[in-house]
């Protein structure tokens, strides 16, 4: 097998891999700025500089030079080589800046040159904090510049489309941007104007910056030249937590992380996923952090006089609850799972009432013909239309339904904007009790009779299905008024919740919505009712329908977390499609 | 974008010939900038659509190009282009003395174009003719050399009639014949 030798170190490689993704692979680490494992390597920074040689081969025998100590004579190249464009080959001798003055001084200078426009302006960039230019000139730079002229100004604050704003001040030029939009999104809309300490980002005049994926490169510009501009200075990256998740705007189960700042999701990024969306994820899929925290459902609600809801008890809302179910037959219950909750949410609702007697589950199927492309957005809108399917829930058209709700005495409606949505008018749901139990207020949860909060994707742990059977698990970011982080392992604390207390200025207790996991509800229905159901945490209903249900045979959090999500067998692209 | 530029049948057809001569579209960009620039004297936001759209390249490709070459001018410009060298060697000739006769005499500052569209002003760099400074350039084209007051009266005349001065060729030292 092929043999190099990294800073006196060998390696075996195979193929021909370029030296610097193999030296990241490796766990060693060489500077950089322009390269990105998933676009071509322009090598323009030259951040990544190092020292390479090849042995000297005798031409007739293929033999290897060797010098008077029996070492290989080894042909170095005349000058520094960029790493991340360099391919490997057999015998090749490397050195970085662990083993080499000349290496170490060599990414300083190019530091230095990179810096020397630079405003360095970190404590109002909102880069600074996961800045790769501030880390690598803390690691690797100059400690001070030496260049004492005025630097060149170029333009601040342009609004390249819709979602991203350009400090070109700041850009280091490495491409990235550009090359996204070249090689990734595959619209063009951006390009490199002008040149040398001139040049800068742009779009074409009178174009606009506004692909649906334009926010990939607020992620992937390694300074804080693209920002996003509903984000911008509105936190700084080290108050915040950081929580792995799902996107649940779509069918994809494109991979997330939830950030948040005392209990409030700030932003979503995306999560590396080679199975799913790699480094990726569709700018609306961004905006889905909104519903987490706005308008959202805390404390129960019944309608009182006319269309008036009112706040209740928790006792008053299971009472009511149960006194309806009680008063009608399981024939007359109609309850609608749904491909906007998980798959232990709706499995919770129907075993409970599956228990008490009903025997017909639906759900109603959120497609946009069309709205699909062959990247990561889908026409599914549903992040788990397969789960609820493999549950047992029935697909169901939206004259069946109406039909369905016409003729129920009482409708159980698991979080599904029916009514906004436009499969249902409120009309629709006047006649039977209808209790919905949702996240957020909406016209549908307006419409109905009993409105029970739930708690949404960023509260709890639980598992979706996307469109190619894909089984993932999200973890709960942000707090409800029942759960606390110093209590829930799952959680990640961040440094504003290990050392604040709940007596800083900071610190808003509303942000803590009063839902609590559907699961539990059903608990407490169940009880009331005089069920033998008892659910434990979402980790345990997900073992007990691994053990129940052969579509999700061999699934747990465990196997979840260690293979970053579970291809369901017996499901696939094909059968998604329908 | 709504644009008001066309080509002629005659440009499309020497776009045509460019285009055979690449085995791709993209190199094809600098020569057309070029025909786009000779037919409208600029290569201005529309140019540049024109010229992306009769290509079939993204805009902001063409964008990109025009604006890496100082030659493609980007906005309209005077008939005649003046550029004076104002680097190093020029700079010690006169160059901006060169600069700032030309402003007084035209009106304008450099950067800024004549009312009746003959003459555009630039201060540049470098144009490779140190030995002969100061020097100017006008419109990409004819370089004016070792440049004095008067001499720069004769050809703005001469470009006021439309006569491009002729090219005056100089030779290094080594090649002027001792006598
Ligand atoms: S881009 Fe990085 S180095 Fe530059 S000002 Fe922002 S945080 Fe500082
Ligand atoms: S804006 Fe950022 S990603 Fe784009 S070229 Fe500049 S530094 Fe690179
Ligand atoms: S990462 Fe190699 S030159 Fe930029
Ligand atoms: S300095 Fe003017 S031509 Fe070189």
Not at chain 1, 120 to 140: F, H, R, S, V
Not at chain 2, 36 to 55: K, M, S
Not at chain 2, 56 to 75: C, I, M, N, R
Not at chain 2, 126 to 132: Q, T, V
């Amino acid at each position: 097998m092929p043999e190099i030798f990294i800073d006196g170190k060998r390696y075996e490689f195979e193929g021909k891999p370029k030296l610097l993704q193999f030296i990241l692979d490796n766990g060693k680490e060489v500077p950089f700025f322009c390269y990105h494992p998933e676009m071509s390597a322009p090598a323009n920074c030259r951040q990544c500089y190092v020292k390479v040689g090849t042995p000297v081969q005798n031409r007739e025998t293929g033999e290897y030079e060797l010098d008077e100590n029996g070492e290989r004579v080894i042909r170095w190249f005349p000058k520094m080589q960029t790493s991340c464009s360099m391919e490997m080959t057999d015998g090749m001798v490397v050195h970085t800046q662990e083993t080499s003055e000349e290496v170490a001084r060599a990414q300083k200078d190019t530091m230095e040159l990179i810096l020397i426009n630079h405003p360095l302006d970190c404590p109002i960039c909102d880069q600074a904090g996961e800045c790769p230019l501030q880390i690598q000139t803390y690691k690797y730079g100059p400690e001070g510049s030496r260049f004492e002229v005025k630097k060149v100004h170029k333009p601040k604050r342009v609004e390249l489309g819709p979602r991203v704003t350009l400090d070109a001040e700041r850009c280091i030029n490495c491409t990235r941007c550009v090359r996204f939009t070249e090689e990734i999104s595959g619209t063009h809309q951006l390009t490199i104007s002008s040149r040398g300490d001139k040049n800068y980002p742009i779009t074409a005049p009178g174009m606009e910056f506004d692909d649906p994926y334009s926010l990939n490169t607020v992620d992937i510009c390694p300074v804080g030249a693209l920002t996003s501009t509903d984000f911008r200075f509105k936190a700084r990256v080290w108050e915040m937590n950081q929580t792995p998740s799902i996107d649940i705007t779509g069918g994809k189960g494109t991979n997330v992380d939830l950030w948040t700042r005392d209990n409030l999701v700030l932003r979503l990024t995306p999560r590396y996923n080679e199975n799913v969306n790699t480094h990726w994820m569709p700018d609306e899929a961004r905006m889905a952090y909104r519903k987490f925290n706005e308008n959202r459902i805390s404390r129960p609600s019944i309608k009182a006089d006319g269309n008036n809801q009112i706040k209740t008890s928790w006792n008053n809302a299971i009472e009511t609850f149960a006194e309806k179910l009680e008063a009608v037959k399981p024939a007359d219950v109609l309850v609608l799972g749904s491909a906007h909750a998980s798959v232990e949410e709706n499995y919770s609702l129907m075993k409970l009432f599956s228990t008490w007697g009903v025997s017909d589950f639906h759900f109603s199927p959120d497609v946009k013909e069309g709205f699909g492309d062959d990247f990561l957005l889908t026409d599914d809108q549903a992040p788990n239309t397969n789960g609820v399917k493999a549950l047992g829930f029935s697909e169901t058209s939206a004259e069946d339904l109406k039909a369905a709700i016409k003729s129920a005495k009482v409708v159980v409606l698991l979080n599904d904007e029916l009514v906004d949505r436009g499969v249902l008018d409120s009309e629709d749901l006047k006649k039977p009790f209808v209790i919905s139990l949702a996240t957020n207020e909406t016209e549908t949860s307006k419409s109905t009779d009993l409105v029970i909060p739930i708690t949404c994707i960023a509260e709890h742990a639980a598992s979706y299905v996307n469109v190619e059977g894909r089984i993932q698990r999200s973890l709960p970011a942000k707090e409800t008024k029942y759960t606390h982080r110093k209590l829930d392992l799952e959680m990640s604390e961040g440094r504003l919740d290990r050392y604040g207390t709940n007596f800083d200025n900071w610190v808003n207790e509303d942000n803590k919505v009063d839902c609590t996991p559907i699961w539990e509800l059903m608990n407490n229905l169940g009880k009331r009712l005089g069920l033998s159901v008892q659910f434990g945490t979402s980790r345990e209903i997900m073992d007990e329908i691994a053990s129940s249900n052969s579509s999700f045979e061999g699934v747990s959090y465990e196997k979840m977390d260690d293979e970053n999500g579970i291809q369901l067998t017996g499901m696939n692209k094909e059968e998604v499609s329908a | 974008m709504a644009n008001n530029y066309e080509f002629t049948p005659e440009d499309l057809k020497e776009i045509e010939t460019i285009k055979a001569k690449f085995p791709e579209v993209m190199p094809a960009t600098l020569p057309t900038l070029w025909v786009a620039q000779r037919r409208f004297g600029h290569v201005e936001p529309e140019v540049q659509h024109l010229v992306a759209e009769t290509l079939d390249l993204p805009v902001s490709h063409v964008h990109g190009v025009a604006t890496f070459y100082t030659q493609y001018y980007k906005e309209k410009m005077g008939k005649y282009v003046l550029d004076v060298c104002t680097t190093t060697s020029c700079q010690l000739c006169g160059g901006y003395d060169m600069l700032h006769y030309l402003e007084e005499k035209l009106g304008i500052k450099a950067g800024e174009t004549t009312k009746d569209g003959m003459f555009s002003i630039q201060s540049v760099e470098c144009l490779g003719a140190c030995g002969y400074a100061p020097m100017m350039q006008i419109t990409n084209d004819v370089y004016v050399n070792n440049l004095t007051e008067e001499k720069l009266d004769e050809v703005i005349e001469s470009l006021k009639a439309d006569k491009m001065p002729e090219f005056e060729s100089v030779g290094m030292p080594q090649h002027t014949e001792r006598s």
